[in-house]
């Protein structure tokens, strides 16, 4: 059926290096692969997202890369700051129904300083 | 603009008792969705709204209905809540497949 798993679920890094969080998805078909970020009390918000037709993504100290043979999509954070703590969801959207996004369980980053 | 607006903020409901948990967007979007969040489970999908007019099932809909009244509204109804109902919800939007959610500020939801 359609899934996300994410990994892991708790991640702790030290300020300045880097964070990577894992996900994998069960439709072959699916095309669209955003990440949100959900600080503490409040609603979640995009941060990066990919298309199935790019393998990588970039912005500033962010990046996506999706592997479609494999089903799976990482986001990578370089150089942490205590501000990029929070919890991050992958989804990923489902060509037999376009509109219906599925999140994974999502991941606590915590910056350690 | 105020994006995607949930009302109420926070609620605390009787077991049997029944509510609607009211999401507007001002965006123009033509999907609309309803999440629950609970803790270390992520966002689960209850309800979606392609567009106006169409409603479907998502991961987790018993228990819940939901109203595409026009293409600004999208309500969810508890009929008759349960404790496992308890969790914060919310509502989000985005203009078309495949394009970026906005959520609204979620629901906490208590069912004693």
């Known amino acids: 059926g359609e899934n996300v798993e994410q990994h892991p679920s708790t991640l702790s890094v030290q300020e300045g290096d880097s964070a990577v969080i894992k996900c994998t998805y069960s439709d072959s078909a699916s095309n669209y692969f955003p990440w949100y970020k959900q600080e503490l009390g409040k609603r979640p918000q995009l941060i990066i997202d990919i298309r199935s037709n790019v393998g990588e993504k970039k912005d500033q100290r962010i990046a996506v890369t999706l592997n479609k043979t494999a089903k799976h999509f990482s986001l990578h954070i370089t150089e942490t700051q205590p501000e990029d703590s929070a919890v991050y969801f992958c989804?990923?959207?489902?060509?037999?129904?376009?509109?219906?996004?599925?999140f994974g369980s999502g991941t606590r980053l915590s910056i350690r300083p | 603009n105020a994006g995607v607006t949930q009302t109420p903020k926070f609620q605390v409901l009787k077991t049997g008792q029944s509510m609607t948990l009211q999401c507007a967007q001002d965006?123009?979007?033509?999907?609309m969705y309803w999440y629950r969040q609970d803790p270390g489970m992520g966002l689960r999908l209850i309800y979606y709204?392609?567009?106006?007019?169409?409603?479907d099932k998502g991961e987790v809909p018993n228990g819940y209905n939901v109203s595409r009244l026009n293409k600004r509204e999208f309500s969810l109804r508890l009929e008759s809540a349960a404790p496992s109902q308890t969790s914060v919800y919310f509502c989000?939007?985005?203009?078309?497949?495949?394009?970026?959610?906005?959520f609204g500020q979620g629901t906490r939801l208590t069912v004693v």
């Open positions: 989000a939007s985005s203009a078309e497949a495949n394009t970026e959610a906005f």
């Open positions: 989804a990923a959207s489902w060509v037999s129904s376009a509109s219906k996004i599925i």
């Open positions: 965006m123009n979007h033509n999907s």
């Open positions: 709204s392609a567009s106006e007019g169409t409603t």
